[in-house]
């Protein structure tokens, strides 16, 4: 079993850049205040945050990305893919890559294995040299292999590399 990678920080200083180039200074200011509040772990503070800098610009992708990340931490699948989805609507640069990387993962955790590859195959169209990437994408294969009659589950337990 491999362990989860904790690579959200990183990405976390990126789109508090992004969101500070793209956003007025109440976004940025939220979306660094969400994003204060998601380092420390606390899922709703972020969450709202993350909220209110939506309904100031709703066309940003930072806020949904960044709220999809939130919700992934609270385990509410169907809320992250939500938000994850909403963002890459409008995501420029490099979020579209991560994006579709955490989406990949939000299915995965919801056993949603067809979607799962395809989001990580759409995240290695943008980066052929992700890793994580080509290793989640072979864990949502042989899930959704094992799930078809006759197969042996191997590897139970495995988990989708960390988000982005």
Avoid: H
């Amino acid at each position: 079993m491999k362990m989860l990678l904790t690579r959200y920080a990183p990405i976390l200083m990126s789109v508090l850049v992004l969101g500070g180039v793209a956003c007025t200074s109440a976004e940025a200011t939220l979306v660094r205040d969400g994003n204060e509040t998601f380092a420390e772990e606390d899922w709703e503070a972020s969450l709202e945050a993350y909220e209110q800098a939506q309904q100031e610009a709703p066309e940003l992708a930072e806020p949904y990305y960044n709220a999809g990340n939130a919700y992934y931490r609270k385990q509410e699948y169907g809320s992250a893919q939500q938000n994850i989805e909403n963002a890459l609507r409008t995501a420029e640069g490099e979020l579209p890559g991560q994006a579709n990387f955490n989406l990949g993962n939000t299915q995965f955790q919801a056993e949603e294995f067809e979607s799962a590859i395809e989001a990580y195959k759409e995240t290695l169209r943008l980066d052929p040299d992700d890793q994580d990437a080509k290793y989640n994408l072979e864990l949502a294969l042989l899930q959704l292999q094992q799930e078809q009659p006759g197969q042996q589950p191997e590897g139970e337990g495995d988990q989708p590399q960390g988000e982005q």
